[in-house]
């Protein structure tokens, strides 16, 4: 018996061509936006606006008599101390959409700032229908 040479690696001259084809994607390239861009720049400001709301709220239920859950009173009570950490809350905010923004999570980029406003909102409604601390009564 006889062998055939192997020539796996060479193109056969008797077969066409195969076509050129283009390889199309599946799915559209995500779009990418300025982090800075008209909808992020209204959800901070809505971020901001719902800490100062908390700040507000939290400042008229201490002057109730309420206290503060999170928080010790003396650090709500330093008015100061207590702008900057809401501060802070925005800054958080802002800097954890960013990192968000720069894997190419540009949903969840937004949603950071909408669940930071949701809450925050909420959470000030709440502070605002709170009732007086009531005096306890003290045994003769």
Same mark, same amino acid.
């Given at each position: ?10 193109? #056969? ?9 283009? %390889? ?8 990418t936006h300025r982090f800075w861009d008209a909808p992020n720049a209204g959800l901070f400001?809505? %971020? ?7 700040? !507000? ?15 010790? #009173?003396?650090v709500v009570d330093n008015k100061p101390l207590f702008a900057a950490i809401e501060l802070?809350?925005?800054a958080a905010s802002i800097g954890i959409s960013y990192l968000f923004h720069k894997t ?14 949701? %809450? ?6 709440? #502070? ?8 306890? !009564?003290?045994?003769?």
């Amino acid at each position: 018996m006889q062998s055939l040479p192997l020539k796996a690696q060479e193109a #056969n001259p008797k077969s066409p061509p195969l076509p050129k084809t283009s %390889v199309q994607p599946t799915r559209p390239a995500p779009t990418t936006h300025r982090f800075w861009d008209a909808p992020n720049a209204g959800l901070f400001a809505g %971020v901001a606006g719902a800490r100062a709301l908390d700040y !507000a709220s939290t400042r008229h239920f201490r002057k109730k008599g309420v206290d503060e859950v999170l928080l010790t #009173n003396a650090v709500v009570d330093n008015k100061p101390l207590f702008a900057a950490i809401e501060l802070s809350g925005v800054a958080a905010s802002i800097g954890i959409s960013y990192l968000f923004h720069k894997t190419g999570h540009h949903k969840i980029e937004r949603w950071v700032s909408v669940v930071h406003i949701s %809450v925050g909102t909420a959470g000030s409604i709440r #502070n605002f229908g709170l009732e007086p601390k009531q005096p306890t !009564a003290t045994p003769p």
